[in-house]
């Protein structure tokens, strides 16, 4: 009897309520002015740059093909969080059930996931593009690339697949409070009255495989590229290098840096108010700055984005035009 009366408590959480937000109503409405402005500045940001990546011959490349793949990431980062996020900051509406926690938590390790693989792959790229320029269009030929974004996206949806199995098959009974503004897996670990030992060293072990061999290739790439200049040792390399990997390598370094420091770690390290500032470096911030960075240190992205700029501008004023009532005759 006593042993159905705790299968029955187990089955008790049906929903979960974040608690990561402050309860004060006048910061609460300054962090969604906040936090809606640099969304609104993420989806600007991002739409524009796979606009211009989409419909300029200039970028038709391995490179941007990539880099398109990036800003489709950096958009649906956000969009799986933040729309949450300002919903409990607004209306204080901070529940969620358990299906739409699964989902939310499944979605996000999936995005996250293969964003990290896809700047392992753009690393590879920038390896070929600086060591082998002449075999550049043959190495990294239109199939290829297809390919690999294709296995970035397959790889990083089994992987959530496995942490949101792993994860969501607990029991949880009792406390269902978020000590954050979404689904992440340390919080809701915390919250499970299972045994987590065995999962958790699964899931680090997982973590720490995959995320290992993609920060493994990144470093092996940039160790060749460096070797290779080392090696030509010509006037402007330095220079030509930079320009080719520097924004790569900015985002590769903002990205693993706060992804490692939530994700690759015991449960019992965890600790909300520290979790909740990394969590919005990577989920808010990192796919605003992916664009500006590729874009301010990107020549041939820059003019694309002024060319979309004045076609749009064009665009409006046509619709203006079209919307004035005729002069009168007379």
Not at 12 to 25: I, M, Q, Y
Not at 75 to 82: A, G, K, M, R
Request: glycine fraction near 6%; hydrophobic fraction near 50%.
């Amino acid at each position: 009897m006593r042993g159905k009366m705790q299968m029955a408590n187990l089955s008790t959480v049906s929903e979960f309520v974040f608690v990561g937000l402050s309860d004060a109503p006048e910061i609460r409405l300054l962090l969604f002015v906040l936090f809606l402005l640099i969304y609104l500045a993420t989806l600007a940001a991002n739409i524009m740059l796979l606009v211009a990546i989409s419909t300029d011959s200039h970028l038709h490349s391995p490179m941007y093909f990539l880099l398109g793949n990036l800003s489709l990431l950096d958009l649906l980062c956000p969009t799986i969080t933040v729309p949450k996020m300002l919903g409990a900051l607004l209306l204080e509406h901070k529940k969620i059930s358990f299906s739409g926690c699964l989902f939310q938590h499944f979605s996000l390790i999936a995005v996250v996931g293969t964003e990290i693989f896809l700047l392992a792959v753009m690393a590879y790229d920038r390896y070929v593009a600086v060591c082998h320029p002449l075999r550049y269009p043959s190495i990294m030929s239109t199939k290829l690339c297809a390919q690999l974004a294709m296995g970035t996206w397959a790889t990083g949806l089994l992987n959530s697949l496995l942490h949101t199995s792993l994860v969501f098959t607990l029991s949880f009974c009792g406390a269902n409070k978020i000590q954050q503004y979404y689904c992440d897996i340390p919080p809701v670990l915390a919250l499970s009255c299972s045994s987590i030992q065995s999962r958790e060293l699964v899931l680090l072990v997982v973590a720490g495989v995959l995320g290992g061999s993609a920060c493994v290739l990144t470093v092996v790439s940039y160790i060749c590229i460096l070797l290779e200049i080392l090696a030509r040792n010509s006037p402007g390399i330095w220079h030509k290098a930079f320009s080719t990997c520097g924004s790569h390598l900015t985002v590769v370094c903002l990205f693993y840096g706060t992804t490692i420091c939530t994700y690759v770690r015991p449960s019992f390290t965890y600790s909300p108010h520290w979790d909740r500032v990394v969590s919005m470096l990577y989920g808010m911030l990192t796919p605003l700055l992916n664009p500006i960075i590729y874009s301010l240190r990107n020549k041939e992205v820059k003019c694309a984005l002024k060319r979309v700029i004045s076609q749009v501008r064009r665009a409006l004023t046509r619709q203006e035009n079209l919307a004035q009532p005729p002069p009168s005759a007379g």
